[in-house]
């Protein structure tokens, strides 16, 4: 697929230390999203490829619920 297609806004969450996936790729999606004037947002955790600790978890989730607030739920939520 290319990101010329893309259109769905995109939540990018990623570890600055992830070795399994380094981050320079997480950089390159964001950008190119951009470009493409998709939404996107771009998240950076002081973790590796999985978040650590019960607060940087937490972070997670309530960094996951905002984005489903916006863009999946927000239809539901007006009533709509």
């Given amino acids: 697929m290319?990101?010329?297609?893309?259109?769905?806004?995109?939540?990018?969450?990623?570890?600055?230390?992830?070795?399994?996936?380094?981050?320079?790729?997480?950089?390159?999606?964001?950008?190119?999203?951009?470009?493409?004037?998709?939404?996107?947002?771009?998240?950076?955790?002081k973790s590796g490829h999985i978040p650590s600790g019960l607060k940087q978890m937490r972070l997670v989730v309530e960094h996951n619920i905002e984005w489903f607030d916006r863009w999946i739920w927000k239809d539901k939520q007006n009533g709509k």
Avoid at 14 to 36: M, N, S, T
């Fill in 2 to 45: 290319s990101i010329k297609r893309a259109k769905t806004p995109i939540l990018i969450q990623h570890g600055e230390f992830d070795r399994r996936a380094p981050i320079a790729g997480a950089y390159e999606l964001h950008q190119a999203l951009k470009d493409q004037n998709v939404s996107v947002k771009f998240i950076v955790y």
